[in-house]
């Protein structure tokens, strides 16, 4: 069984920065690769962030993200990290972490995001 737990999320104001977690217990050797996905209300739930597991590091970003946030992981803690920076208001959504195996994945429970003043 696997366990996604994400944390971070919060309330901050328009040119902001936070910091979300990705924490995974249980039989994570299966991964391949982690995502993290968005959805705000009224539209659907969007991928704009993945890295691959095991030897050598690779990253993805959306264009709606990319140069602002930045995806990392710690193997020794199975942990992944979303650094966000300069947030503005349509980055307000609810934040989930996806772990990609080969025949399943799994999610977290989410964390929101609010980016007003």
């Known amino acids: 069984q696997v366990q996604l737990v994400e944390s971070g999320g919060g309330l901050v104001q328009p040119g902001g920065f936070l910091r979300l977690s990705c924490a995974a217990f249980?039989?994570?050797?299966?991964?391949?690769?982690v995502g993290w996905y968005r959805q705000a209300p009224g539209k659907q739930r969007e991928l704009f962030a993945t890295?691959?597991?095991?030897?050598?590091?690779?990253?993805t970003y959306a264009d709606s993200v990319k140069g602002r946030f930045t995806i990392s992981r710690d193997n020794a803690k199975n942990t992944v990290y979303l650094q966000m920076n300069i947030l503005n208001s349509e980055d307000t959504a609810a934040y989930y972490c996806?772990?990609?195996?080969?025949?399943?994945?799994?999610w977290g429970q989410g964390t929101q995001v609010t980016v007003s003043s």
């Open positions: 996806n772990a990609k195996a080969a025949t399943i994945n799994y």
């Open positions: 890295i691959t597991i095991g030897i050598g590091s690779t990253t």
């Open positions: 249980g039989s994570i050797w299966r991964f391949y690769a």
